[in-house]
């Protein structure tokens, strides 16, 4: 065992010599944490290590070949400069692991022949295998580097080397199917109760990872741990331990409603301690999001595949209508029947990727600008100076990625642009959740009837809607706005007072003005059809800014039914169709789906279009009138006779 030694402004450096001591800069630290870890928890030792290793045949355009900690299999591969199995290249970052940062150690590691190649800061740590035989060469992430005890065991490294990423995903996945198991069994659950029990462990855990700082695992060691030491000081009243961990996990994420108050953990402690021991092989603060995210969304797809499949929307049709759509940073985007999150996570995805290609590209420039043909006839020591200047820029375009950092592209997308409510709880906390495991977002979701509105949420306010509305089913005439549907919390009001200003009182004032006004007397269409999707299609059109754009799932038979002509005539009103799709009927039979569905894409009226096509209709009304005025007056003439002149019944249909 060795640790980590710091007096005053300087740190012990082990590989540089036994009395060796540096002067503590962020990434030195972060260097000798590693090599502690690698010694503590791999077994390595110090005589097959050396840190700050470079080379100068690496390649033109890509700076100095350079590593910060080497790790060979064994002391004789060092002496006699063998490949190293291991390369790890450290920044002093707070921000999730950028792979194309870390292309000095990626040179060395290429160049060297090493197996894996680390890249870790201050928040997480990556592994990845070279892929060798590729020009140029690539990177793939696995599960982990070997211990000391099998890095001369070819077999086993050519296991671990096959871990990849994919197969952690569908670990993971298999891993909440086998918790859910457990449950099912010992507390004989319904599987949406199941479920619930299972993303309340899931976050109990990721506020541990998140807040422990020695970025300890949630595992049943530890909470056992701490269980023997509160079991010391507990009242016979007191609730116990695991139930107390709910309660510090309520009060955590109380401001983004994922729990009731009062909710409890409704499983036996045997049953959550099973959990946690499944679950201890990962730390949910360093998973990787895609890993997180998709397997969390593979165990909600199987989970409520019964009972609640109209929340999913197909992966392939949420894809396409974002797609479609192609929303842009900065652009604020709702669902007002986000089930499970599905658009609004893919969205966000959209956009991030958006973000981050920029930002890629942004550092490839800098690259190409300071790393061009004269560096290459510089003195190490002014390489070692533009080195550090080209970090410094990537550390400053790596904030607009970085999350915590309150004005960063990231956060404003994450924290200003997604909006959702649903009003099934379950499935709007589900929403929250499957959106923290994809990497956030999870903050403008809420539990509300889409009909109404609530905070961020309310007209003339978004770019894009992408909703899947509930459809079949009618809103009763005596359906009626009730005190119930306030908004009652007045810290909240206040915070979203100062966030939207005079637009939010007057959102308010769709509810509150209401009260025991029928549902449907809130809306144009109401008069004309209850159906519940005719209701959404006007409720997504006011929620749209004038030249907002919108992708909507309705069934056909808005499209074609006799009946909901008018209904058209409104949407024809109101907004410009850019696009109807068809879709097989069998695409939604997983979701329950018993109608054919289309996809339809409009483009709300700016003022000036609005304006135009009712100048437009007048005309073309007035045009038809003069028109055909004689035919219209002799049909109606012919109506109107009594008697024997009377028309048959067969002729007045024709």
Known sequence: ???????????????????????????????????????????YDLAQMAQEIQVSNSQRGQGRAMADIVVWKNVEDKRENSSPIIVVECKAEHITVREEDYFQGYNYASWAGADFFVTTNLKETRIFKVVKGKIPKKLEEVVNIP????????????????????????????????????????????????????????????????????????????????????????????????????????????DDDL????????????????????????????TSDDVKGIAFEQFLGKTFRGELGQFFTPRTIVDFIVEVLDPQESEIICDPCCGSGGFLIKAFEYVRSKIENEIHHAKEKIKADYYDEAYEKLSNKRKEAVDEAVTDLFAKLNTELDINNLKSRIRELSYDCIFGTDANPRMSRTAKMNMIMHGDGHGGVHHNDGLLNVNGIFENRFDIILTNPPFGSRVEKSLKITEADKYTDVERIEKYRLRYGQEYDNA?????????????????????????????????????????????????????????????????????????????????????????????????????????????NTKAELEASQKYEPEINQILDQLGLKGKSAPSIEEKRN
């Open 147 to 254: 211990e000391a005890k099998i890095a001369n065991d070819e077999k086993k490294i050519n296991e671990l080397l096959k871990l990849t990423k994919a197969f952690t995903r569908d670990e993971f996945s298999k891993l909440l199917f086998k918790c859910h198991n457990i449950i099912r069994n010992n507390d004989k659950l319904s599987p949406e109760a199941a479920f619930d029990e299972i993303s309340k462990i899931l976050f109990i855990k990721i506020r541990y990872e998140r807040t422990n700082t020695d970025g300890q695992i949630f595992s049943k060691e530890e909470f056992k741990k701490a269980k023997d030491y509160d079991d010391r000081f507990r009242a016979a009243s007191d609730m116990p331990f695991y139930q107390k961990l709910f309660e510090q996990t309520k009060r955590d994420f109380k």
């Open 508 to 616: 308010l004032k769709q509810v509150n003005d209401n009260i025991g006004t029928s549902l449907l007397d809130l809306f144009e269409t109401g008069s004309l059809s209850s159906l519940t999707e005719v209701l959404f299609i006007e409720r997504c059109l006011n929620l749209l800014k004038p030249g907002g754009r919108m992708g909507i799932v309705l069934p056909e038979g808005v499209l074609n039914n006799t009946n909901l002509q008018k209904i058209r005539d409104f949407v024809e009103s109101r907004a410009k169709i850019l696009l109807i799709t068809s879709i097989p009927q069998d695409v939604f039979i997983a979701s329950g789906a018993t109608v054919k569905p289309s996809l339809l894409f409009f483009k709300k009226f700016t003022e000036q279009e609005a304006e135009q096509w009712k100048d437009i």
């Open 259 to 286: 729990f009731e108050q009062s909710e409890i953990i409704r499983i036996r402690e045997n049953s959550f301690e099973a959990i946690v021991e499944e679950l201890q092989i990962y730390n949910l603060s360093t």
């Open 1 to 43: 065992m060795i640790e980590l030694e710091i007096k005053a402004n300087k740190i012990k450096a082990p590989l540089k010599g036994k009395d060796a001591w540096l002067v503590l800069k962020p990434e030195e630290q972060v260097r000798q944490e590693y090599i502690c870890r690698l010694v503590n928890n791999y077994g």
